[in-house]
């Protein structure tokens, strides 16, 4: 049984904190679980959502309010909660490395457990956080403080670089090698991560729509040069080299 051991925390705009006490004997950086805060059948599907931190038997996540089922979870009160997971594939996890971390709005989430376990392990962790607009940010602090460096970036220029993204990436990588760069947000942005990394090995989170999240609907499958993959037990995690763009964008 799960439970939600306090009410949603509001982030920033849009944004709630999550903090589930489960029972849990692994977890991965990338990884995701599937959740319903309601009875009935409307809304008919959990909602997924990727592991933000792992505090011992405490998951913490990120949801961005976007409809009914988000809205639903945002405003509960303590107490059980229906829980799948930690479902899918996640991160490869490097030791004693250089690496690069790009994130795009709510994709910034799966970033910061796996920054935090990258570090543990040794690494040198460079980190782009991407937003619309300074309300869009949330945990700055804890960004700054796992991270050796970070780049805030924001369409609008209200905090950090004015800019997108791929622009931080294009200039941190025309002067800085990288043993590996992982990254999640919009698809356009993960493509143009891939293209930017060159030989790097790059992984990328998809944010495919997962109905069942367990590889049977189908319904998040992509084109992948190994054949089509379904995103839920496969992914979410990728290598970004071998995903189809021209099928997503």
């Known amino acids: 049984m799960a439970l939600l051991v306090e009410r949603p925390l509001r982030l920033c705009s849009a944004h709630y904190l999550l903090r589930i006490r489960h029972t849990i004997r692994e977890c991965m950086p990338g990884q995701f679980v599937n959740l319903r805060g309601w009875s009935g059948h409307d809304p008919l599907l959990r909602r997924p959502f990727s592991v933000f931190n792992r505090e011992s038997d405490v998951l913490e996540l990120v949801i961005r309010v976007v409809g009914k089922g988000t809205e639903i979870l945002s405003r509960m009160e303590p107490g059980e909660i229906d829980l799948l997971g930690p479902m899918g594939r996640g991160f490869t996890i ?69 800019g997108t993204v791929t ?51 189908m319904g998040c499958t992509i084109e992948t040069t190994q054949g089509m993959k379904r995103a839920c037990i496969d992914g979410p995690v990728f290598d970004g080299s071998s995903i189809k763009w021209e099928s997503l964008c």
């Open 94 to 162: 490097m030791e004693n490395r250089s690496v690069l971390l790009a994130g795009g709005g709510v994709g910034n989430a799966p970033l910061h457990y796996l920054a935090r376990m990258l570090k543990e392990r040794g690494n040198r962790v460079s980190c782009i956080y991407g937003a619309r607009s300074r309300e869009y940010i949330y945990r700055e602090k804890e960004f700054r403080e796992i991270c050796d460096s970070v780049i805030f970036t924001t369409d609008d220029g209200s905090f950090g670089t004015a």
């Open 167 to 217: 622009d931080a990436a294009r200039e941190i990588l025309s002067h800085e090698a990288f043993d590996r760069i992982y990254s999640c947000g919009p698809t356009a942005m993960m493509r143009s991560m891939v293209e930017l990394a060159g030989s790097a090995p790059i992984e990328i989170s998809v944010e495919n729509y997962f109905g069942c999240g367990i590889g049977l609907c």
